[in-house]
């Protein structure tokens, strides 16, 4: 398994885990050779989170394992906003509004760094900066809900509600889940 938390649920249910560090190149180069420098026994690789908008990463990773979880080519259709809200309209999954250019009034709005994760990159509208998407802001929770499927089907696994924590200039950070089913 490769994941930028490789929380302990991860290491043991993984033959052999590898943490992404902030250097990604670094961290590719280490699970391309494996830890230590040898090579990973498994040519299946499970990869979690840390590589939204890393879709290099992923085609590289997919030419020297058989990635368990979505291929490139379905981490590319969804890594843009409005693929991923397209892709959620199709399936009536109901989502706070998003958009690429800014709202007319910013109050109200987060703005979310492309290819960040862990809440690292969002913050509100009004901090904008780089390249990214605008979303809503809406009362509520923040939840995940974790599921395996193969196209066809799919299957709940558990759901969790998510920790948050303000960091100077990051106020979303996770911070962890408890599984509340």
Known sequence: ALDHYADLDTRAAAWQTLQVRESLGETLEQV?????????????LVVGAGFEGKGDALVALARRFQLMGEAPPGWEAVDAPEGFTSLLDRLNIPHPEVQVE??????????????????????????????????????????SVLFVADGRRARILGYHRLLTHRLPGRPFV????????
């Open 32 to 44: 391309l050779l494996g830890p230590r420098g040898e090579p990973f026994t498994s040519a299946m």
């Open 102 to 143: 800014p709202p007319a009034r910013l109050e109200g709005w987060l703005f979310k760094d492309r290819g960040s994760c862990g809440g690292m990159g969002v913050y509100p509208a009004a901090d904008a900066h780089g390249v990214g998407c605008y979303r809503r802001r809406v009362r509520g929770q923040p939840a």
């Open 174 to 181: 996770y911070a962890g889940a408890l599984a509340t089913a």
